[in-house]
């Protein structure tokens, strides 16, 4: 099989890899624009400046992420859960480009008993390069995902809004009035994911970041760090279901480093933890290639 091009999409950012006839990532890029920035619609002419000395008109693309969205370059059907890598590939929709062949990697969907309706455009390709058989893979974020893996198949995810909702409350609530930057605070991180942990009333408790700085409980350097904690608490607790399952955390190692705090607080073991621009290369690499193999 040839070798091709990968491009990780998202809403601010856009990523690339050239892979060869091997798999081995012979270049990556990042830069242009994310795809809310781009309000003409010429995909084509973004992707263009980051990929033009290696698309030749023949070398296939395959793009992952928001561009497959509503508001993305065509917007792709969602593959229902459970879904294995074949049924994701197998749901890639080709986009017409002068640039060389391209397909554009579907999102996941799942229906929960509840009747509560969820999707995730991007994650899905971190997870198919994660690797993960069984067991639990966190995506933590803007909007973090939960999935849970059986043979390799996404049997399930919740979406949890834990950083959107963190700069929400920072910037445009009455709880960022008292906070005041400064380094990390690991201590008051720690107090929140406890306190989260423990007291499933997330909405009291979020007041408590008020009240602490009111009453010098917590130090006005050390409130965004325990806002931090409560969020992330609240969501591992709901995320992580059976505390016995392995969980794989995909994020940036400072990210990922806040999360396994809160997963072993939790009362599970210490989880593994891969990096998401590596997760995202792989995945596009597995994908891609099983894209590429039933064209």
């Known amino acids: 099989m040839s070798g091709f091009i990968g491009v990780d999409w998202g809403t601010s950012n856009l990523r690339v890899w050239r892979f060869d006839e091997a798999g081995a990532v012979i270049g ?7 795809i809310a920035a781009v309000t003409d619609g010429d995909f084509a002419g973004q992707l263009a400046p980051l990929i033009g000395d290696w698309a030749d008109g ?3 693309i395959i793009l992952g992420g928001m561009v497959g969205s509503r508001n993305g370059w065509l917007e792709v059907p969602y593959v229902a859960c459970p879904a294995d890598p074949a049924a994701i590939g197998g749901g890639a929709i080709p986009v017409e480009t002068d640039l060389g062949p ?4 579907p999102g996941l969907s799942h229906l929960a008993p ?24 966190a995506l933590p974020g803007t909007h973090s995902k939960w999935a849970r893996l059986g043979g390799g198949t996404v049997l399930s995810f919740r979406t949890f809004m834990t950083g959107e909702l963190f700069a929400v409350l920072k910037v445009h609530s009455l709880l960022g009035r ?15 994911v406890r306190r989260s942990l423990a007291d499933p009333a997330l909405s009291g408790l979020l007041f ?38 392995s969980v794989t955390i995909v994020a940036t190692r400072a990210l990922a480093g806040r999360y396994a705090v809160a997963v072993r607080e939790a009362g599970a073991g210490a989880p593994a933890i891969i ?7 792989n995945g596009l690499l597995a994908l891609g290639r099983r894209i590429l193999e039933n064209d």
Request: avoid cysteine.
């Open 178 to 192: 008292l906070m005041v930057e400064g380094p990390a605070d690991e201590a008051a991180f720690l107090a929140g």
């Open 208 to 245: 408590s970041v008020r009240t602490e700085g009111l009453f010098g409980g917590i130090p006005p350097e050390g409130l965004a760090d325990y806002l931090s904690g409560l969020l992330i608490g609240a969501e591992v607790a709901q995320g992580m279901e059976d505390v016995s399952a």
């Open 114 to 137: 509840t009747g509560l309706h969820d999707v995730m455009r991007g994650e899905e390709v971190q997870i198919a390069g994660a690797g993960v058989m069984d067991g639990i893979v």
């Open 28 to 34: 990556h890029r990042s830069g242009g624009k994310g």
């Open 275 to 281: 990096d998401g621009e590596a997760a995202s290369a």
């Open 102 to 105: 391209a397909w554009i990697v």
């Open 58 to 60: 023949a070398t296939p």
